[in-house]
């Protein structure tokens, strides 16, 4: 469920994005007959990544992106120590990239793309 208000003080949940995993498998199927390892490599890989997106929840706070499976948080990212961010080819959204203090940060885009881009820029404003 995603929830988005203009108010940047309100828990937004992402909707998950099932595109690149539904089409790395997709694409897997073809390839069965070229390249049976570099097929089934894609198609565990798309696996994977369904699994993720049925079971990871980014939830944008007033201070933190929160990681959640389930109801079990995983990791906090606080806002204040983030430097940069920025979504990889934004008409076909496919990795995630964020900067903070001490770290760098890549995921996979298996959120509804035109949220996560609203909450950033809401949550995280570049300078």
């Given at each position: ?14 909707a ?31 696996t ?5 997106t ?74």
């Amino acid at each position: 469920m995603t929830t988005v208000s203009s108010s940047s003080r309100q828990t937004v949940e992402l909707a998950p994005f099932y595109g690149l995993p539904v089409t790395l498998i997709v694409a897997a199927l073809p390839l069965l007959f070229l390249q049976i390892w570099v097929s089934l490599a894609i198609a565990l890989l798309g696996t994977f990544l369904l699994f993720q997106t049925v079971a990871i929840r980014l939830r944008f706070t007033e201070t933190d992106l929160d990681v959640y499976r389930g109801d079990r948080l995983l990791r906090r990212f606080p806002y204040r120590d983030w430097q940069n961010w920025q979504i990889f080819w934004p008409a076909l959204p496919i990795l995630f990239y964020f900067k903070e203090v001490n770290s760098i940060h890549f995921l996979p885009v298996l959120f509804d793309p035109q949220v996560l881009q609203q909450c950033l820029e809401t949550r995280c404003p570049r300078s």
